[in-house]
């Protein structure tokens, strides 16, 4: 009896062991492609949660103007804004923060869109900026992006969702086994060798921004082309009327709407057959005069973007930008008198677009203030570290002439339970079950004829 116990243990041994390299493996490869774009996210994101301080700064010589005087109207405003960028029209009047800021105006055409800041009482065009080549946007498509469209978007997408097994494979190899105390656990033992200090640094800093991680991950997937593509059809399958998405889906997405809250409604010249316009056509900014101070009263979160219809039949809007999301507000405004004729809260949002909408600004670090900030800052602090504690662990162990993965002891049996945990997110993260499935075809069609790739590479027979 004892003989059987004592191989029963034994076999559970090796098969545990076996399960664990093949865990180590997968961790491995799966940190040789993210790590990058994982360094890469952490700073972009990192200084994209100072936004409004940021901006605010770059702005700051256009918020305290020197005004004399009675301030021009917001048509003769929006007039000389229009004057810088022959053939656009008006995209959105940006509500000024008080008397002594520039009027920030965001006039278009086709898919360009120019940032136009007037004096409110000279109407001196004191700066004019495309919105692409802004800091703060610059940041957040290459955060997003990486500058390369949607392409780019497919591409952060795949390595989030690599991510996500990195995160879970490392979870299972910090898990203790045989330890004797908290050491190595939740903190790291700084004395004990730098192998071991680079090793610890690594796991329990993994431990610690493990589920921060993995919630901007998750909140930050309905940006993506891919995966938010699939988003917006399951979104809009639950309701009975089309309910138009605050968030943009992917580069081309973004330029989509751009270009439509571009293009003039059909009344703009004034006829259309024998019928005449409306009293208000969207070319005839004048009922600006009586929207702006009416959206004054109405003490909305900043930025608040007042925009025309553009297309027959719509109504001017207005709008809370705020990055704290569940601050905003919609209002439907009247063409002919400007009056408020719907108001919309965050709350009255469906129940899904809230819970994406609060996710998008905890992501952003935007609600709940400084704290939010800085618990995205030691976030994204944690995340380069593991990167730069993965390169020096993975370099001191490399072999010269090989990629320095695990050793493959065995082809085990994979487990049920780590099979139905691949099957699901290879689901739910479609990039990521797709090209797990190109890798499997390339080792088993190309790679297992290559003997010295096989070798480089670490992979077993």
């Known amino acids: 009896m004892k003989s059987y116990t004592r191989t029963a243990n034994t076999f559970q041994h090796i098969k545990s062991k076996l399960t664990y390299n093949s865990v180590w493996r997968w961790h491995f490869y799966a940190g040789i492609f993210c790590i990058p774009f994982a360094i890469w996210l952490s700073i972009t994101g990192g200084i994209y949660l100072f936004k409004p301080q940021i901006e605010s700064w770059i702005d700051r010589d256009y918020d305290n ?98 991510m996500v097994v990195l995160i879970i494979t490392g979870l299972y190899l910090w898990w203790p086994r045989n330890a004797t105390g908290l050491a190595g656990i939740v903190y790291p033992r700084l004395t004990a ?10 796991s329990v800093t993994g431990l610690w921004v493990a589920f921060f991680v993995l919630f901007l991950i998750i909140s930050g997937l309905p940006w993506a082309k891919s995966w938010g593509s699939m988003l917006k059809v399951v979104r809009q399958s639950t309701q009975t009327t089309v309910v138009k998405q605050d968030w943009t889906t992917g580069r081309s997405s973004e330029l989509a709407e751009r270009q439509a809250s571009n293009t003039p409604a059909a009344n703009s010249t004034g006829h259309e057959g024998h019928n005449m316009a409306s009293p208000t056509t969207v070319s ?36 809370s930008d705020s990055q704290n999301r569940p601050l905003r507000v919609n209002l439907k405004l009247d063409t002919s008198t400007g009056e408020i004729i719907e108001r ?34 030691l976030t994204a602090l944690g995340v380069f570290l ?18 320095g993965a695990p050793k493959a002891i065995n082809r ?28 499997l075809l390339i080792e088993f069609t190309i790679l297992s004829r290559l003997s010295a790739t096989r070798s480089f590479l670490g992979i077993g027979r």
């Open 344 to 377: 919309k809260d965050f709350s009255q949002r469906p129940l899904l677009d809230r819970i994406i909408g609060t996710g998008v600004a905890a992501h952003e670090g935007q609600l709940f203030g400084w704290f939010n900030q800085a618990l995205g800052v």
């Open 65 to 162: 103007l020197v005004v004399i005087g009675q301030l021009a109207t917001p048509k003769q405003q929006v007039d000389v804004a229009l004057a810088t960028v022959p053939g656009s029209v008006l995209n959105a009047y940006e509500m000024p923060t008080s008397e002594t800021s520039a009027v920030r105006i965001l006039v278009g055409k086709d898919k360009q869109l120019q940032r136009v800041y007037v004096h409110p009482q000279t109407l001196e065009i004191l700066n004019s900026v495309p919105e692409d080549e802004r800091l703060m946007q610059l940041i957040f498509h290459l955060h997003g992006d990486l500058l390369a469209g949607d392409k780019g978007s497919y591409l952060v997408e795949l390595a989030a969702s690599w």
């Open 284 to 319: 005839d900014y004048t009922i600006l005069n009586h929207i702006v101070p009416l959206i004054a009263a109405q003490d909305l979160a900043y930025p608040v973007l007042i925009s025309p219809p553009n297309k027959k039949g719509a109504n001017w809007s207005a709008r």
């Open 193 to 202: 060798g730098k192998r071991t200090f680079w090793r610890d640094i690594h």
């Open 412 to 439: 085990p049996p994979l487990p049920a339970y780590l099979g139905l945990v691949i099957v699901v997110l290879g689901t739910l993260l479609p990039l990521l079950g797709i090209s797990l499935i190109i890798i």
């Open 386 to 403: 593991l990167g730069v504690s993965s390169v020096i662990l993975w370099w001191g162990r490399r072999n010269p002439g090989t990629l």
